[in-house]
């Protein structure tokens, strides 16, 4: 499993060699406390899993805490960014507020496809109320959210959309809708395709958001 780093023209070499340490200690990090647990898992074996000395890991990070929280927040950055990306790309070719919608439940099964451990270790934090990084947790699912609340908002604005949607609800149950059937797709029915999958939550989408038959 690889959580991708967003690199900037701007960036030097060695913000670029420490970008490229940070990447190793967040896959390490990802797959073992998806292993094993946030608890049983310590820095010398994040340290061993990454190939770096444990120095190093303090060195990035005052703690493992600390690395636990920032790779929630780059992991569920790089989700928003997605989701972003496909809303953005639709409204480039003309294409309604509906089919943004849809063009993110996609991104979104991609990103989970791509990165299921992290998704696993997101999803399972949520329900979590006594964690360090629940701030930051709740800041970053916020951005997350949000992007798909622009969405509906200006959906309802153009009239696409019923102006009774509620449409913070409707955007973390949409978000929701795609986790939860995700993991499960991965879980238990992992023969199915992703375009199978996008194609059920498409009608989904577009039976209870949009109104259409």
């Keep these: 499993m690889r959580i991708s780093a967003m690199e900037s023209s701007s960036t030097t070499a060695g913000g670029a060699r420490r970008q490229a340490t940070r990447q190793k200690l967040y896959e390490a990090a ?10 049983a898992t310590t ?6 899993r990454a190939g770096v000395a444990k120095g ?4 990035n990070f005052a703690s493992k805490t600390e690395l636990f929280e920032e790779l929630l927040r780059h992991g569920v950055g790089l989700l928003t960014a997605s989701l972003r990306e496909a809303a953005d790309g639709t409204e480039a070719r003309g294409g309604t507020r509906i089919e943004a919608l849809d063009a993110m439940i996609r991104a979104g099964l991609v990103f989970i496809h791509r990165y ?8 399972a934090e949520l329900w ?10 709740m800041v970053v699912r916020g951005q997350a959210v949000a992007v798909v609340e622009s969405v509906l908002r ?10 009774e949607i509620d449409v913070p609800l409707t955007a973390a149950a949409l978000v ?9 797709w991965q879980a238990f029915q992992s023969e199915r395709s992703l375009d199978d999958v996008h194609s059920a939550l498409s009608l989904l989408l577009r039976g209870r958001v949009s109104g259409s038959r």
């Excluded at 990802?30 to 608890?39: D, K, P, R």
């Excluded at 820095?43 to 061993?48: K, M, N, P, W």
């Excluded at 979590?128 to 947790?137: D, S």
């Design 56 to 59: 190093t890991v303090y060195y």
């Design 176 to 184: 929701g809708m795609v986790l939860v059937a995700a993991l499960d």
């Design 154 to 163: 200006e959906g309802v604005e153009r009239g696409e959309l019923s102006a």
């Design 30 to 39: 990802v797959t073992l406390i998806a292993e094993q647990g946030f608890s």
């Design 128 to 137: 979590r109320t006594n964690r360090a990084w629940q701030g930051t947790l």
């Design 43 to 48: 820095v010398d074996e994040i340290a061993e």
């Design 116 to 123: 299921p451990a992290f998704t696993q270790l997101y999803v």
